[in-house]
């Protein structure tokens, strides 16, 4: 199943953030196709990353919750909040 993963940066955490980038993408080529889409989620001025937003496919919702836990933005304690919901994808047609 599809899982939306959508995590909101701690407030002043753009170093963590920068510092951490490297490993988090290598995180996330590492789930290979597993990962349908992902991106940080940009405040009002469209320049300065305050999140994160992913679609990933888990067995479940304790296989979402350790891709979670394993992003190295996670434990880096990048995150103050971390929403985590099944997805089902409508558009564009698969």
């Known amino acids: ?3 939306t993963f959508y995590c909101a ?9 920068l510092s951490n980038r490297p490993g ?3 995180y996330l080529e590492g789930l290979g196709a597993r990962l349908i889409t ?3 989620l940009m405040s009002d ?12 496919e888990c067995a479940d919702r ?3 919750e350790a891709v979670a836990a394993a992003d190295p933005y996670a434990k880096a304690g990048l995150f103050e909040t971390v929403a985590i919901r099944p997805w089902r ?6």
Do not use: C, N, W
């Open 9 to 17: 940066d701690k407030v002043g955490g753009l170093e963590i953030r």
């Open 24 to 26: 988090h993408l290598a």
């Open 62 to 64: 304790a296989d979402a």
């Open 45 to 56: 001025d469209g320049q300065t990353p305050v999140g994160s937003l992913l679609v990933i």
């Open 38 to 40: 992902a991106g940080p």
């Open 1 to 3: 199943m599809l899982y």
């Open 89 to 94: 994808q409508v558009f564009p047609k698969a």
